[in-house]
């Protein structure tokens, strides 16, 4: 799993939007240089073509020298910010309207490259500065339909008909503004997945930060159990050495009762499922799970009521983070809308292991049923939610070999989630099954010693 980096928004790994490395835009005009300076010296040696050379070289030099500029200041490897970042973007388009004003301006075919910086600004920066570039871009455009210097024809007086320069113009014009949008939607929508993945990643990270507290509180249970168990007798010795009304009788009487306490208190913790790593507390029915589930995400609000229909034993399945932030998140969900009930009905068979989340509430919105799943999308409109849950569930789910279907259960009375998992995922009998050597028997000394565990504690 990739690790959250704390210098970054959120906790997320990649930089915020509106971030751009100071080296991208300074590699990103030297070629830009690179390609004008070729553009000129093509024009002028070889095509033999007369050009203000002087004041066009005077523009490529000033891009060369903000370039010099940026370099000798420290931070190359560091981030531009979104107005710093625009503003540079702003001079490469200023730049550009200078040449093409030397060079013929709409009538130059380079007049394409005021595409770029807009281009680059939509899918780096915020809404914002790529709106304000695209206007500078197609101000820049509108005042070199008008105001340009003739290129140097062959022919002497030769001219573009007005109606090819208008067509020109509003080409640049509308490419400008589709392009933007388009790159901007299509860097947004992969900004959200990023950011939903890392929340991904912090929900999943959290769910086994749990699973390791659970891991040490078996183990504790298991090593506290000897020690306490020694405590215990001799407090029952040294309360049967004293009678009742001495001094320490009722002291010890205490001491006993608080020692009782904490043996019941280890035993629950020793029984308890989320143990962990441990196989003896790791693996349990699937049907079980379930029941666990419920027991964790129910409410007062919601009666959960669990249900299993089977012709088999229940799979042998991993209470893995996974599995139980993914559950977990959709029945949460789920009795958060219930009216009165939840159901969670559980099948399986040879080949495939079900579970449906059924509650009696609204049911989902019709406008969100086909997006279920992807990111921002929210049950709760207007709740200030971010609309990740689904999301996260279907994700961590997906990870365990689940697929997931959403539909309305019955119109407008209530919602239905169904996962499917294939059995010889789900099933660790069956995969240690074809994993161990044939006619092999079960090692019963480490059953044995994994029983004991439990027994040790009780």
Same mark, same amino acid.
């Given at each position: ?24 835009? &300074? &590699? ?26 002087? %004041? ?10 903000? *370039? ?37 301006? &709409?009538? *130059? ?15 780096? =920066?915020?809404? $914002? ?22 290129? %140097? ?31 901007? $939607? ?134 893995? %983070? ?24 559980? *099948? ?6 079900? =579970? ?40 961590? =789910?997906? $990870?365990?070999?689940?697929? =997931? ?33 044939? *006619? ?19």
């Amino acid at each position: 799993m990739t690790a959250l980096n704390p210098m970054t928004p959120t906790g997320m790994s990649h930089p915020a939007m509106g971030q751009v490395r100071v080296r991208t835009l &300074l &590699l990103i005009r030297w070629l830009a240089i690179a390609g004008q300076l070729m553009a000129l010296l093509l024009v002028d040696v070889f095509l033999e073509f007369e050009l203000p050379m002087n %004041p066009a070289l005077g523009a490529i030099g000033a891009s060369a020298v903000v *370039n010099l500029w940026i370099i000798a200041r420290p931070g190359l490897s560091h981030w531009h910010r979104d107005g710093a970042a625009a503003g540079y973007l702003a001079f490469d388009i200023g730049q550009l309207a200078v040449l093409l004003y030397l060079t013929g301006g &709409l009538d *130059n075919p380079f007049a394409l490259l005021f595409l770029v910086p807009v281009t680059i600004s939509a899918t780096i =920066l915020s809404r $914002r500065s790529t709106t304000y570039l695209g206007l500078l871009a197609l101000a820049c455009v509108s005042m070199l339909a008008f105001f340009h210097l003739p290129l %140097p024809w062959p022919s002497p007086g030769f001219t573009l008909p007005p109606l090819y320069a208008a067509g020109i113009w509003l080409s640049l014009v509308v490419g400008t503004a589709f392009l933007m949008f388009y790159a901007w $939607r299509v860097a947004e929508e992969a900004r959200r997945m990023s950011d939903a993945l890392a929340a991904t990643q912090e929900t999943l990270a959290k769910e086994r930060q749990m699973s390791a507290v659970g891991s040490l509180a078996a183990a504790a249970a298991h090593k506290l159990g000897t020690p306490l168990g020694t405590i215990a007798l001799i407090a029952k010795e040294l309360l049967h050495d004293q009678p009742v009304g001495e001094k320490f009788h009722a002291d010890l009487e205490i001491l006993d009762g608080e020692v009782a306490r904490c043996r019941d208190i280890l035993a629950q913790l020793a029984r308890n499922p989320s143990g962990g790593a441990d196989p003896a507390v790791s693996r349990l029915p699937f049907d079980a799970l379930i029941n666990d589930a419920a027991d964790q995400y129910g409410n007062d609000d919601a009666a959960i009521r669990v249900t299993g229909k089977a012709t088999t034993p229940a799979p042998l399945v991993r209470r893995s %983070p996974e599995l139980i932030q993914g559950l977990g998140n959709l029945i949460e969900n789920a009795t958060d809308f219930a009216a009165s009930h939840v159901d969670l009905a559980s *099948n399986w068979d040879e080949n495939l292991v079900e =579970l449906s989340i059924t509650d009696d509430g609204p049911g989902f919105a019709a406008n969100i049923l086909d997006l279920l799943g992807d990111p921002y999308i929210s049950t709760r409109p207007g709740a200030g939610r971010m609309g990740l849950g689904v999301f996260i569930s279907k994700t961590l =789910l997906e $990870r365990t070999g689940a697929s =997931l279907h959403f539909f309305n259960h019955k119109q407008g009375q209530g919602a239905t989630v169904v996962i499917r998992w294939p059995r010889h995922i789900m099933d660790l009998a069956e995969s240690e099954t074809e994993n161990q050597p044939e *006619n092999q028997p079960e090692n019963k000394l480490e059953i044995q010693m994994r029983e004991s565990r439990i027994d040790d504690v009780e």
